[in-house]
């Protein structure tokens, strides 16, 4: 049984999830994600209100009338949605935390997999595989999943990407879309998501606080760090060019999207502060 307070919940998302789609995936003749909604079926007459960007030139030049590709929804994908739990998505300098907007974003791919008939699966990983729900369809799987997103409690703090990638790598299942929603926290991850991508499409979507990407000017900081218990002394002395701890951040980042880059992951980078739902739609457009 759902939640009254995570059925409201998830009440509220699916109604700017629908608004999403009606603009990015149902009211568009192309996949907005590959393999997430459309495939070639023929090509045909062209007709009063088709999109033009379906316009195939060089069949009409050939035949002297205007003809477009028409397309079918694609059906029987995929759908892992991959969510780190571990104990630094619980932080935050604004008023939500970042496990909270993992959380809502997870939610947001898992109906919008139901809306296009998909397969839906979820992982939920710290540095070890803490939840792993088999593909399901249907209303029940898919608020079973929202529901586990916004009440499980993980048993472990620290992160280990690679042992999550290792996991979905060992999965008899190929071709899925894999969306891996973390703040990428994690200097050793390359190794397992370069396996994941050569079996599966594969969208990083990055959580990163603020102060995880520029920390101001404010001199020596004891802080704790929740994943191992320690406390840690942060140079943030202010500089010519900022304070040390940013070029460390900055390289962080850097490197991320390197790797991103060298497997071929796509990248959406969304911050808690600001409303995440133009940004996913961006992306949703753009790919």
Same mark, same amino acid.
């Given at each position: 049984m759902v939640e009254p307070a995570i059925l409201e919940q998830i009440r509220l *998302?699916? *109604?700017k999830t629908k608004r999403l789609l009606s603009g990015a995936l149902m009211g568009d003749s192309r996949s907005a994600v590959r393999g997430f909604g459309f495939d070639f079926d023929q090509i045909r007459p062209y007709q009063m209100g088709d999109d033009v960007r379906f316009i195939d030139w060089r069949a009409s030049s050939r035949t002297d009338k205007l003809l477009v590709k028409q397309y079918r929804q694609e059906m029987n994908r995929t759908l892992l949605i991959m969510i780190d739990v571990s104990a630094?998505?619980?932080y935050s300098s604004s008023?939500?935390?970042k496990n909270e907007l993992m959380a809502k974003i997870g939610a947001i791919l898992s109906l919008a997999g139901e809306y296009n008939n998909d397969a839906v699966s979820l992982l939920l990983f710290s540095d070890k595989v803490e939840l792993f729900i088999p593909p399901g369809k249907g209303r029940g799987h898919i608020h079973g999943i929202v529901n586990e997103l916004f009440t499980f409690k993980p048993t472990r703090k620290k992160t280990n990407l690679n042992n999550a990638f290792e996991y979905v790598g060992s999965l008899r299942r190929k071709g899925m879309i894999v969306f891996i929603v973390s703040d990428f926290i994690d200097d050793q991850c390359d190794r397992g998501l370069a396996v994941v991508a050569k079996k599966h499409e594969v969208i990083a979507i990055t959580c990163l606080d603020d102060r995880e990407k520029q920390f101001p000017s404010v001199g020596f900081v004891s802080m704790h760090d929740t994943e191992t218990g320690c406390d *840690?002394? *942060?140079d943030a002395k202010k500089s010519s060019d900022g304070p040390l701890i940013n070029r460390f951040l900055g390289k962080r980042i850097a490197a991320h999207e390197h790797i991103f880059?060298?497997?071929?992951v796509r990248h959406v980078a969304i911050e808690p502060k600001k409303d995440f739902f133009p940004d996913l739609l961006s992306f949703f457009r753009s790919y």
């Open positions: *998302i699916e *109604i630094s998505a619980f008023s939500l935390l *840690i002394m *942060i880059n060298q497997y071929g």
